[in-house]
């Protein structure tokens, strides 16, 4: 088993920035892609990013060149840079782990899911 805590969330202007992060636990060498989805109200959960065990990242188009995502495999944490944020960005965002190393936006492929932070644009 693997346990995924997401942290960083909160409320920012648009424009802004966040960073959230994602601690793993567990089962660690068992996992190799990671990733993050969102999901706003009413709305189906969202591809964002997915990076490899190797750094090897895939992006969806909405936030190509705004998000960064990142993985410190060392620590077994997964990072997710928020910049430019706009108010359509505002979801409660999840962090992912996988066996495969490239699930990319294949949400069935992931095995373990965190909680959730909830991110909040608006002015």
């Known amino acids: 088993q693997v346990h995924l805590v997401e942290s960083g969330g909160g409320s920012v202007q648009p424009g802004g920035s966040l960073r959230l992060s994602c601690a793993a636990s567990?089962?660690?060498?068992?996992?190799?892609?990671m990733a993050w989805y969102r999901q706003a109200p009413g709305k189906q959960r969202e591809y964002i990013a997915a990076?490899?065990?190797?750094?090897?990242?895939n992006y969806a188009d909405s936030v190509q060149g705004r998000f960064t995502i990142s993985r410190d495999n060392a620590k077994n944490m997964l990072y997710l840079q928020m910049n430019s944020l706009k108010s359509e960005d505002t979801a409660v965002y999840y962090c992912?782990?996988?066996?495969?190393?490239?699930?990319?936006?294949?949400?069935?492929?992931?095995?373990?899911w965190g909680q959730g932070t909830q991110v909040t644009v608006s002015s």
């Open positions: 567990g089962n660690i060498d068992s996992i190799d892609g």
């Open positions: 992912a782990a996988s066996q495969l190393s490239e699930a990319w936006g294949y949400s069935y492929a992931y095995d373990y």
């Open positions: 990076i490899t065990k190797s750094g090897v990242t």
